[in-house]
């Protein structure tokens, strides 16, 4: 029996987004304004579902506690008011768009909790636009 317990975290980033080879004009037609050369900011709210089997003993699947203070350090800590571009090494190479940012959160994660329950991530750059990874 799987249950999904989940934790709801936010942080502000700013990002540009762009392809070094490509023209000004492609660009701005394929990112508009998220290629602003000057860079812009988000409210990124994030959750973080972790899947698994309720301990027999404590009836919980994961120590909220545990995964709030997770969130804290390894993302929070490592993207809040940060520029993402500028200021994160993993993105001087990789877009920093909603869907890679979902990954690498979804990665550090995946490193912290026991392999034993499953993990999914959901971002919300805006209201209305999230992405969502399950390691698939
Ligand atoms: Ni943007």
Redesign the pocket.
Known sequence: MKVTVSRKAHFNAA?R?YVEDWSEEKNNKVFG??CNENY?G?NYELVVDVIGDIDKTTGIVIDLKVLKDIIKEEIEEVLDHKNLNLDVPYFKKVIPTAENICIFIWDIMRKKISKDKDIAVTLY?TPRNFVKYSGN
């Open positions: 990002h987004l304004k998220c812009h988000h750059e």
